[in-house]
């Protein structure tokens, strides 16, 4: 368990449980004391290939042997090798290569007002959706429509329009001549994996072309193969002109990117940069993930897997009086009703199952794509006996 000195030298940023995680494998971590856990939130859906998967390990072995960074204005055989992959299997033209989500969703907003100078006379506004979460740089929290971060870091970075999600008429209203682009996520993962509606993202589409704006998806969390397809882009039927990716596709290391398409790829040396941007072995890392999401197969079994979790979940709920299952693939909320979500994931704590609550009433999956059908069922007996303790010590409290 943690040492109070030393947990105090952190500065205070997040309330952590005791444990300390000494070691993992697969769908499971283990802490000092040797206790394990199944986890079910892989550190907020990064592990797309569990916890120290061999082909990631693998690759950085071999390339931290071989070299580690020749800097960014070298070229490297990851990088180049990540971009020609990451293009050919999205449709994309051009990449840029970061060390986080947050990172890649600045280049894409630097990208924008770019495209912006040179394309629609300086128009630089930006339309984003209320509730979304795109960061926490000082520009993607300004992008962002998370009510907690309103009062925060006050002056904003301007030139954002906030809209509510999954509201086409609020979006029309909203592409005046003064902006440059739409920045969505396909599904909002912070404000309780909330799915777009196939009409807004197609509508939202339709809109952006008709008033020559960027369509820009956010899909940090939606992307890899995380949706069970590469992109969740491609569940919609569309194709946005720039894509962010992150989280899942280091497979656990700081690794991020920016995708463009056509003309939105604009930028011009000396315009982006960072002294980390494509090193040698995050990218291998990378490529190691993309090459292992591209294999004949394993996107299906993401959706297999993906639709065992939600019928699981979906019983679970009728049976524990629960409100429904909604997501896609390996990334599903349970909405809980009147059960409060942060007691829920103490419990399952207790029961050796890490899950995580992105709202005050739901709880979030993102397993490892590559979980097992028995470490499913294995969560949903864990998760059934979290939640039946946690409604014994709500209804103690409210006697009490
Ligand atoms: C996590 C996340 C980000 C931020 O990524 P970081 O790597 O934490 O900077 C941005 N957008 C979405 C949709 C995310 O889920």
């Not at 969703?105 to 770019?114: D, P, W, Y």
């Not at 005046?176 to 682009?181: I, L, M």
């Not at 639709?307 to 979906?314: K, M, P, Q, S």
């Amino acid at each position: 368990m943690r040492d109070e000195w030393a947990s105090d030298r952190l500065m205070n940023t997040v309330a952590r449980p005791p444990q300390i995680f000494v070691r993992g494998q697969g769908s499971w971590l283990w802490d000092s004391e040797g206790r394990s856990y199944l986890d079910f939130t892989q550190g907020w859906a990064v592990n797309s290939l569990g916890h120290s998967p061999r082909a990631v390990v693998q690759a950085l072995s071999r390339q931290a042997e071989q070299l580690i960074n020749p800097g960014p204005a070298f070229y490297n055989r990851g990088m180049l090798d990540l971009a020609g992959r990451l293009c050919q299997a999205t449709g994309s033209d051009q990449a840029y290569f970061l060390n986080s989500g947050a990172e890649a969703n600045e280049g894409a907003i630097k990208l924008a007002r770019k495209w912006g100078a040179r394309h629609r006379d300086g128009a630089f506004r930006i339309v984003t959706a209320q509730h979304s979460f795109h960061g926490r740089t000082l520009a993607t929290m300004s992008a962002s429509g998370k009510p907690a971060f309103e009062a925060l870091f006050e002056p904003k970075v301007p030139g954002f329009d906030k809209v509510p999600y999954n509201d086409l008429d609020a979006l029309d209203a909203a592409l005046g001549d003064d902006v440059v682009a739409v920045l969505l996520e396909p599904l909002q993962g912070e404000a309780g994996v909330i799915p777009a509606t196939l009409e807004y993202l197609q509508g939202a589409e339709r809109l952006c072309r008709e008033r020559g704006a960027l369509l820009m998806l956010d899909e940090v969390q939606t992307g890899v193969g995380r949706c069970g397809t590469l992109l969740a882009e491609e569940l919609y039927g569309i194709r946005a002109d720039v894509v962010t990716l992150g989280k899942g596709l280091g497979g656990g290391v700081p690794l991020a990117a920016l995708l463009a398409r056509g003309n939105a790829c604009c930028f011009e040396p000396g315009e982006q940069g960072g002294t980390y941007h494509g090193n040698a072995l995050m990218t291998s890392a990378g490529l190691a993930v993309v090459d292992t999401v591209l294999e004949p197969g394993f996107l299906e079994q993401v959706r297999d897997i993906g639709d065992h979790l939600r019928d699981a979940l979906e019983r679970l709920a009728k049976r524990q009086g629960l409100g429904g299952v909604r997501g896609h693939g390996l990334l599903l909320g349970l909405a809980l009703n009147e059960l409060p979500a942060a007691a829920v994931v103490r419990e399952a704590m207790v029961e050796g199952l890490l899950i995580n609550a992105p709202q005050p009433d739901c709880l979030r999956f993102s397993p490892a794509l590559t979980v097992s059908h028995g470490n499913v069922d294995e969560m949903i007996r864990r998760l059934g006996r979290a939640m039946t303790h946690a409604r014994q010590r709500k209804n103690d409290v409210e006697v009490a």
